[in-house]
């Protein structure tokens, strides 16, 4: 069996935000051959998408699991569906949001259901800040930079405003 290392963003803004994260994040635990291994603290930032949308709230994890890339997307699409996320509109409100940014360092994965690392990443404040709290020295192919590297070059980083501490089975 091959682990993998996983970081995953996690984001909701529907709600109780911090309950569906939390709930999100006791069903990934929950996951066949899976461990959480860190969660970042949570950081609400401003909407991207529609006007009229509330807050967000989001935060990064890191998982180790057996689970290929595929079939990790598939449990994850699975826990957003269970927590009631509707995908009616692109970059609309939602109760939560679990994306796949990287596998372990340096790999890369593309498929019509999913790219690794997250094709957005590089530009998103509001992920790369919490990635950087649990995992500033992990790898981004293909040109190897660090999220730490990544972070500092982001623009906006300034509106990603620290809410709390890491989320637990609360």
């Not at 970081?7 to 461990?35: M, V």
């Not at 950081?43 to 967000?56: L, N």
């Not at 972070?151 to 989320?167: F, G, I, S, T």
Request: proline share 8%.
């Amino acid at each position: 069996m091959r682990w993998h290392t996983y970081h995953i963003a996690l984001g909701a803004n529907l709600g109780d935000r911090e309950s569906y994260l939390a709930s999100a994040l006791r069903a990934i635990r929950a996951l066949p051959e899976t461990r959480l291994s860190r969660v970042s603290s949570l950081y609400e930032t401003r909407p991207v998408g529609p006007a009229g949308q509330g807050m967000y709230l989001n935060a990064a994890a890191e998982l180790r699991s057996a689970l290929d890339p595929e079939m990790l997307l598939g449990c994850l699409l699975g826990i957003e569906a269970a927590l009631g996320r509707k995908r009616d509109v692109r970059w609309g409100a939602r109760v939560v949001d679990l994306d796949i940014l990287l596998c372990g360092d340096r790999e890369q994965h593309a498929s019509p259901l999913l790219i690794i690392p997250h094709p957005m990443l590089r530009t998103r404040p509001f992920v790369l800040v919490p990635l950087a709290e649990i995992a500033p020295d992990a790898v981004c192919p293909p040109d190897g930079r660090t999220v730490r590297e990544l972070c500092a070059d982001v623009q906006h980083k300034e509106d990603v405003r620290w809410y709390r501490k890491p989320l637990q089975d609360d």
